[in-house]
């Protein structure tokens, strides 16, 4: 899998999981909301990862982090992304699990 | 040089889960240790997905100063209403300082102990603004620092070093650059780029644009 554009991510994450955006825009409120979308767009590409093995990390860690009262919807997304990401890399091997 | 801050005050990550923005941040450790995804490969996706939040919307900022005497007095007076006014938001928890820049004084934005940004209005801030040598140096020797960023100053420029904080943010001014008298101001923003606006480069020439 090559580097995805923008449109290739919201394409495959639109049934599942879309990203937060206002306005058509990305919503990032802090900047590591984006530091985790871009190393999780660097991780899939890297480690050859497809997007219906992405969506089920992402969907599942959606489920388990909700939206806590407080959270914004960005945070709550962007948290449970990195979640999944770093499941995704303890399920290859490439991170101890903590 | 102007030193304008101690350091005793609360830097801080800001609202609203700190411990998840470290989180990021040592996952990001470990896969740049591990040889599997460098921060530079990072910034280019964050580059690539940042026409959503980028510095466009300093550059509007600086622009309409530029072309309204009036606009620039209300934002070099008190930045977060005066960007509000252009409709960007973003600065509720912490105040937004517009600095300007003058034939002789020049101003250079750091966060020496973590990575305080405007990022309303530039986006996400580059690797280099978070690395340890850039955010220890602007303040040690501000003027090699600009040097290697291809910025040579007389040595009767002074340099002014803010030090932004949780609670305070800046955005540099770049001075205006000649032959745009008259310029709309879309096309005036298309010169103020982000390091123009973090002091570490200067607004483009004209005759840059070409190949933009």
Redesign the interface.
């Known amino acids: 899998m090559s ?1 995805a ?2 449109g290739q991510l919201d394409e495959a994450l639109a049934g599942t999981a879309p990203l937060p955006r206002a306005n058509g ?2 919503v ?5 909301q ?6 999780g ?3 899939l590409e ?2 050859g990862t497809g997007w219906a093995e992405w969506r089920e990390h992402l969907a599942a860690a959606i489920a388990r982090h909700g939206q806590p009262p ?3 919807a960005a ?1 709550a997304y ?2 449970a992304w ?1 979640d999944a ?2 499941r995704l ?1 303890a399920s290859k091997g ?2 101890p699990s903590s | 040089m102007t030193q304008e801050h101690d350091h005793d005050h609360e830097h801080h ?2 609202q ?2 700190p411990e ?2 470290l ?3 040592a ?2 450790a ?2 740049a240790e ?1 040889g ?2 460098s921060s530079n ?3 280019a ?2 580059e ?3 026409n ?2 980028g510095p466009q919307n300093g550059a509007r900022v600086v622009a309409h100063a530029w072309a309204d005497p009036a606009y620039r007095t209300r934002l070099l007076g008190n930045g977060t209403p005066a960007v509000y006014e252009l409709g960007f938001s973003g600065f509720e928890l912490n105040t937004l300082v517009a600095v300007e820049n003058t034939p002789a004084v020049h101003n250079v934005v750091v966060c020496t102990l973590c ?1 305080c ?1 405007p ?1 309303p209005l530039l ?3 580059p690797s280099w603004y978070k690395s340890p040598p850039y955010r220890a140096r602007a303040v040690a020797e501000p003027r090699a620092v600009l040097r290697e960023f291809g910025l040579e100053l007389d040595s009767n420029v002074e340099i002014r070093v803010w030090d932004s904080t949780a609670e305070v943010r800046y955005l540099v001014v770049p001075e205006r650059p000649a032959g745009t008298d008259g310029w709309p101001e879309e096309e005036l923003a298309r010169l103020v780029t982000r390091d123009s606006m973090v002091g570490t480069g200067r607004a483009l020439e004209p005759s840059e644009l070409a190949g933009r």
């Open positions: 580097r554009t923008l825009e990305l990032f409120e802090e900047p590591w984006g530091r985790a979308l871009g190393m767009v660097v991780v890297r480690t407080g959270e914004s945070t962007y948290t990195l990401l770093e890399l490439l991170q | 990550q800001p609203p889960q998840v923005a989180r990021t941040e996952l990001e470990l896969l591990r599997l995804v490969a990072i910034d996706v964050v690539l997905y940042e959503d939040v990575s940004y990022w986006g996400l801030p």
